[in-house]
């Protein structure tokens, strides 16, 4: 599968973006789908994630303020991000995986199989 994400950009602090990560098939077949976030210098790290059934499961610092869904007709994700912060400013990505059943606050990176290209967003303070 491909998965091309988007909606990264430039927004003051505040603000309000959001990301799409549009699959090349069908992301039913994907018990579980992500978005992970990597600043300058740091290791990436896990936003939220989303099962089939729609379970959610959220890094604390984006709790509250930013919401993960997907819709399985239109082969997508999204994450709305809003009150972005300077702190949010970040290359995010999307990731999928046909295996991984329910969602979790420690989930590894390398568990996922499937990565799209990153999209960069900019929060100005």
């Known amino acids: 599968v491909q998965l091309q994400a988007c909606g990264g950009g430039l927004v003051q602090a505040g603000g309000s973006l959001r990301l799409s990560c549009a699959a090349s098939?069908?992301?039913?077949?994907?018990?579980?789908m992500g978005w992970y976030r990597q600043a300058p210098g740091k290791q990436r790290e896990l936003v939220a994630d989303?099962?089939?059934?729609?379970?959610?499961n959220y890094a604390e610092p984006v709790k509250g303020r930013f919401t993960i869904s997907r819709d399985n007709g239109r082969n997508t994700v999204y994450l709305q991000m809003n009150s972005l912060k300077a702190e949010d400013s970040a290359v995010y990505y999307c990731?999928?995986?046909?295996?991984?059943?329910?969602?979790?606050?420690?989930?590894?990176?390398?568990?996922?199989?499937?990565w799209g290209q990153g999209t960069l967003v900019t929060v100005s303070s």
């Open positions: 098939e069908s992301i039913y077949m994907y018990s579980l």
């Open positions: 990731a999928a995986d046909r295996t991984i059943m329910t969602v979790s606050p420690s989930r590894d990176e390398n568990e996922y199989d499937y």
């Open positions: 989303i099962t089939t059934d729609g379970d959610t």
